[in-house]
């Protein structure tokens, strides 16, 4: 097991159960924050991480897929906030990066060390910005 990366976990629970601190509380944290601000999402660990909120997507190819529309992962060198949403200009993360400058943000993934190093109040708006463009339109077309 690492103390950062959790390996095998069967559950929520488990998967915050297997970080070692300081990492835990961040994860925890960071739990917290997304089922205060994106409620009307189920919990569940998906790939490997936790996920919230649930969608189902199809690739051009025919591939389809069901995937979560908030992920949060503990991985070995930081922590990743998957937010899979698009705003009809881009991936809704990308829109944060002046006010998350710390981070890294790729399409849909907001990468940093510690919860310390960002705004907790962007991230906040980030995951509600999130749930609430899902919960206007549940069958919209989100990231993959």
């Known amino acids: 097991m690492s103390p950062l990366k959790p390996e095998n976990a069967t559950d929520p629970e488990d998967y915050i159960g297997q970080i070692e601190e300081p990492r835990r509380s961040d ?20 790939g490997g991480m936790l996920g919230y909120g649930s969608y189902h997507y199809r690739y051009a190819s025919g591939r389809e897929g069901d995937w979560f529309l908030i992920g949060l992962a503990s991985q070995k060198q930081y922590i990743s906030l998957y937010v899979c949403a698009t705003d009809g200009d881009g991936y809704v993360a990308e829109g944060y990066q002046e006010r998350l400058p710390k981070a890294k943000i790729g399409k849909s993934c907001v990468r940093f060390k510690r919860l310390s190093d960002v705004d907790e109040t962007a991230l906040r708006e980030l995951v509600r910005e999130t749930a609430r463009r899902f919960a206007d339109d549940p069958d919209a077309t989100f990231a993959q």
């Open 27 to 46: 994860i925890e944290a960071l739990d917290r924050l997304i089922v205060e601000e994106a409620s009307g999402l189920d919990r569940q660990l998906t």
